[in-house]
């Protein structure tokens, strides 16, 4: 293989600047890469401070959408806890009713239980009354007939 065919770079010497214009010149063509740099960075930095601006407004938007979201939650919670307040009540005052009427059936029961029986001994009575056939009996069985009714009426009221 010869040198020309295979992949050999050839290196060029390295020539030192022979006068003050030519290090000047040097110096202008680095400055001008560093400007240009610089150029490059800074506006890489405008597009970066672009971008982070948008995300920051981005972000302080959705804050907003969500405080609104939690806000209108929060009061929908609001109106559903007083709601159960008014609901406490009424199952208070439904249970105070209860033990009312636990308390009074059992009286109206027994109002109702003696009304019936009374009326079915004044039934037997009135039977009694016309089976007799002495009048000191049926007399007594009126007394007793006449007892029920009283009793009947005061259980009525």
Not at 11 to 26: F, G, I, Y
Not at 86 to 92: C, F, W
């Amino acid at each position: 293989m010869s040198a020309n065919e295979g992949k050999v770079h050839r290196l060029e010497p390295v020539r030192q600047p022979n006068s003050t214009e030519e290090v000047v010149e040097q110096e202008a063509v680095e400055e001008q890469k560093n400007e240009g740099a610089a150029t490059g960075v800074a506006e890489a930095q405008k597009d970066m401070s672009k971008v982070a601006m948008i995300v920051s407004l981005l972000a302080v938007l959705l804050l907003v959408i969500f405080f609104f979201g939690m806000n209108r939650n929060i009061a929908g919670l609001t109106e559903e806890v007083q709601s159960l307040g008014v609901l406490r009540e009424d199952v208070a005052d439904l249970d105070q009713r209860m033990l009312q009427i636990k308390q009074d059936v059992p009286v109206q029961m027994k109002r109702v239980l003696a009304h019936d029986i009374v009326n079915e001994m004044a039934m037997k009575a009135f039977y009694l009354n016309d089976t007799l056939e002495d009048e000191v009996l049926r007399a007594k069985m009126q007394q007793v007939l006449q007892g029920l009714k009283d009793i009947r009426e005061g259980l009525e009221k």
